[in-house]
């Protein structure tokens, strides 16, 4: 579905907000033309205040894609963002195992 956009999509200022050789890697696969801003948000939201892992995910997602927006919007030189992509991944047992120590 992707792919027969790529064209459209490559006119456009995409920033990945990861440093992650393996989300540059398959960004890179699909033909798309982005850049790299790394975010400096630091990942350690409470893990017990999120009933599920995946939930953990995408709020540490959202918090690390708007610190790229305004890291992108302090960059005077360059034109606006039009697509930010963020992403976080979660280890299920290491999840629980820190929402536990968190709890006691």
């Known amino acids: 579905m992707v792919l027969q956009h790529i064209?459209?999509?490559n006119v456009k200022r995409i920033v990945l907000?990861?440093?992650s050789p393996r989300r540059k890697e398959l960004l890179g696969n699909l033909g798309l033309k982005f850049e790299i801003v790394v975010s400096s948000f630091q990942e350690d939201l409470p893990h017990?205040?999120?009933e599920h892992a995946?939930?953990?995910?995408?709020?540490t997602a959202r918090h690390k894609a708007l610190d790229v927006a305004?890291?992108?919007a302090a960059q005077k030189d360059k034109p606006p963002v039009d697509i930010i992509i963020s992403a976080d991944t979660v280890s299920l047992c290491?999840?629980?195992r820190?929402?536990?120590?968190q709890l006691s």
């Open 70 to 72: 305004r890291l992108c």
């Open 54 to 59: 995946e939930q953990y995910a995408v709020e």
């Open 17 to 19: 907000a990861s440093a």
């Open 7 to 9: 064209a459209q999509l």
């Open 94 to 96: 290491l999840w629980k």
């Open 98 to 101: 820190q929402q536990q120590k």
């Open 48 to 50: 017990h205040h999120f």
